[in-house]
């Protein structure tokens, strides 16, 4: 399944596959995202979503096929200060406050100073600013991550399952804000194995066991599917293509 994008791709995917140990993950994959939009990378946990994002990043190693983000191949080092990358793994100093971080950060990346207290509010961690990060819960540490991504500013920003362990308010807020940072131009991939938060994305890629089985919008899989509801999509998307 696949509609016709009307936005420009601003990552490519062609024929990637990708081999860890013996086990092949990735299985001559392609797709494209769209630019200025929220793409959803959906699908359960072992599926190849972090693998594929990996390689949209620029750090896995690939067997064959091509991948390129912004016209350029992922990671050119000319991508580094234009794509944001958010682990599933928190990936800031445990040993600095949020603030200190995401200085650090805003250092390495050229950004405006100005932005640090921006993107930390847009985050929800104005109270935990001076905070060591070792002290954080595990959202708020995932937050504090988010918010180093950020300060950037970056033209693509890719997302590992970033609203895991959040509670629904946090979940819906940062929703929202990847929309704002789409409606300015950014291009986001989200992944998520929760199947509703599949209606908070523009687009969607629907993904199996290194396979992508849909790519398109929520609507329109609804319709291709003959179900309103996105969890018993995906459960006929497999259906059909086991044959049954």
């Given at each position: 399944?696949?509609?016709?994008?009307?936005?420009?791709?601003?990552?490519?995917?062609?024929?990637?596959?990708?081999?860890?140990?013996?086990k092949?993950?990735?299985?001559?994959?392609?797709?494209?995202?769209?630019?200025?939009a929220?793409?959803?990378?959906?699908?359960?946990?072992?599926?190849g979503k972090?693998?594929?994002?990996?390689?949209?990043?620029?750090?896995?190693?690939?067997?064959?096929g091509?991948?390129?983000v912004?016209?350029?191949?992922?990671?050119?080092?000319?991508?580094?200060?234009?794509?944001?990358y958010?682990?599933?793994?928190?990936?800031?100093?445990?040993?600095?406050?949020?603030?200190?971080?995401?200085?650090?950060?805003?250092?390495?990346a050229?950004?405006?100073?100005?932005?640090?207290?921006?993107v930390?509010?847009?985050?929800?961690?104005?109270?935990?600013?001076?905070?060591?990060?070792?002290?954080?819960?595990?959202g708020?540490?995932?937050?504090?991550?988010?918010?180093?991504?950020?300060?950037?500013?970056?033209?693509?920003?890719?997302l590992?399952?970033?609203?895991?362990?959040?509670d629904?308010?946090?979940?819906?807020?940062?929703?929202?804000?990847?929309h704002?940072l789409?409606?300015?131009?950014a291009t986001?991939?989200v992944?998520?194995?929760v199947?509703?938060?599949?209606?908070?994305?523009d687009?969607?890629?629907?993904?199996?066991?290194g396979?992508?089985?849909?790519?398109?919008?929520?609507d329109?899989?609804?319709?291709?599917?003959?179900?309103?509801?996105?969890?018993q999509?995906?459960?006929r998307?497999?259906?059909?293509?086991?044959?049954?």
């Amino acid at each position: 399944m696949g509609g016709n994008t009307t936005r420009e791709s601003a990552i490519t995917v062609d024929d990637l596959v990708v081999v860890r140990g013996r086990k092949q993950v990735l299985h001559g994959l392609s797709c494209r995202v769209e630019s200025g939009a929220v793409t959803g990378l959906l699908g359960p946990s072992g599926c190849g979503k972090t693998t594929l994002m990996r390689a949209v990043v620029g750090v896995q190693i690939v067997q064959s096929g091509t991948v390129r983000v912004l016209g350029r191949p992922a990671g050119d080092p000319t991508l580094r200060a234009r794509v944001g990358y958010v682990t599933q793994a928190p990936s800031v100093y445990a040993d600095l406050t949020v603030r200190q971080n995401a200085w650090y950060f805003a250092k390495v990346a050229g950004a405006d100073p100005a932005m640090v207290d921006r993107v930390i509010a847009r985050v929800g961690l104005q109270d935990e600013a001076d905070q060591l990060v070792q002290d954080l819960s595990g959202g708020q540490h995932s937050r504090a991550s988010l918010a180093c991504a950020l300060v950037g500013t970056p033209d693509v920003l890719i997302l590992d399952e970033p609203t895991v362990g959040l509670d629904p308010v946090i979940r819906a807020e940062l929703w929202d804000f990847f929309h704002e940072l789409a409606d300015g131009g950014a291009t986001l991939l989200v992944s998520s194995h929760v199947m509703d938060e599949a209606t908070r994305c523009d687009r969607l890629l629907l993904m199996r066991e290194g396979h992508i089985i849909a790519d398109d919008t929520p609507d329109a899989i609804r319709v291709a599917t003959g179900t309103d509801d996105l969890e018993q999509s995906f459960l006929r998307l497999i259906r059909a293509g086991a044959g049954e």
